[in-house]
């Protein structure tokens, strides 16, 4: 099915899975179990455990109840890791994930002195940013690269490469490749939105693929 997500934010149809599930809303259709042309319903875009008290859905399913009738629940979208995620524009799931969800929401507050931050706040700032929902790319100069906090993500010819102790790790859907010193990557562009960049320069640890420990 096409619903595995990659650091750009574009859904693929791919047989890898990943660590972590997610949705951007209903964006399927049941009958055909494919994608509607639309590509998120919600500007809340969030990231999911994918076992949570043994809960079962059924992937672009009818996993909603409405008056007792089945209806369309919100689209399972796949990542390889919470690094891939946020890269591509969400944030944790204040219901399945919620230690992690209130961990970047403080650490969002404190980036943005907001005493009372929320969700809806992060949210906001997020659709602006991604690239999957109308962002623009922002270009990284050789010297910046090497001040991106471990869990930021950049693109360069059309290849993602994640940041790890100050090295970068080609991103695919099966997980990393061998770093690659930052000083051979040119012409970079971000792609983690800046809002969770704020958030990994605070502090916040993503859950990486088992591969980054290669």
Not at 160 to 177: M, N, T, V
């Amino acid at each position: 099915m096409q619903n595995r997500v990659d650091p750009f934010g574009a859904i693929h149809a791919v047989p890898e899975r990943g660590l972590f599930t997610g949705n951007r809303g209903i964006i399927h259709d049941p009958d055909t179990k494919t994608l509607l042309r639309k590509r998120w319903a919600l500007r809340a875009w969030i990231i999911c455990a994918c076992d949570f008290k043994s809960r079962r859905r059924e992937p672009m399913g009818r996993n909603r109840l409405v008056e007792g009738e089945p209806k369309p629940g919100w689209t399972e979208l796949f990542f390889l890791d919470e690094v891939t995620a946020l890269a591509a524009g969400h944030r944790p799931c204040f219901f399945c994930r919620r230690e992690r969800a209130i961990d970047y929401a403080s650490r969002f507050g404190a980036a943005f002195d907001i005493a009372e931050p929320r969700a809806p706040m992060a949210d906001a700032r997020l659709h602006r940013e991604r690239l999957a929902s109308g962002g623009r790319p922002v270009p990284l100069a050789c010297k910046e690269l090497g001040l991106l906090p471990d869990g930021a993500m950049i693109a360069a010819d059309g290849q993602a490469f994640a940041i790890r102790q100050g090295r970068g790790l080609p991103w695919s859907f099966g997980g990393y490749g061998a770093p690659v010193a930052l000083d051979r990557i040119s012409d970079a562009t971000l792609l983690t939105p800046a809002t969770s960049l704020a958030v990994l320069r605070q502090g916040y640890r993503p859950v990486w693929h088992a591969s980054a420990e290669d």
